[in-house]
């Protein structure tokens, strides 16, 4: 089954930076859309950010033109660049697949963004 590790968190003041990165245990050339998700306490996992394998991007109303994703298909890895953060960034973030068929049932640990000053 496929595995994904995610890294790059940590605290950042508001309107700081932070890149995050997703290694995945499998290729994902045959994976189209892949996808960064969030968790904040109390609330739901959502979709943040989107790439298909040609490069196309989709984002949560709430991120764009802050956040930027891409993706190494060769490296089997996405990344996530957040600027302008905001205390409402504060999350566990995740990858997964987004389309298709929606997010594998197993996810990775995550890893935490905390925007507080």
């Known amino acids: 089954q496929v595995q994904f590790v995610e890294s790059g968190g940590g605290l950042v003041q508001p309107g700081g930076s932070l890149r995050l990165s997703c290694a995945a245990s499998?290729?994902?050339?045959?994976?189209?859309?892949m996808g960064w998700y969030r968790q904040a306490p109390g609330k739901q996992r959502e979709l943040v950010a989107g790439?298909?394998?040609?490069?196309?991007?989709n984002y949560a109303d709430s991120v764009k033109g802050r956040f930027t994703i891409s993706r190494d298909n060769a490296k089997s890895t996405v990344f996530l660049q957040m600027n302008s953060l905001r205390p409402e960034d504060t999350a566990v973030y995740y990858c997964?697949?987004?389309?298709?068929?929606?997010?594998?049932?197993?996810w990775g640990q995550g890893t935490q963004v905390t925007v507080s000053s």
């Open positions: 790439i298909t394998i040609g490069g196309s991007t």
């Open positions: 997964n697949r987004q389309w298709p068929g929606g997010p594998y049932p197993y």
């Open positions: 499998v290729s994902i050339s045959s994976i189209y859309t």
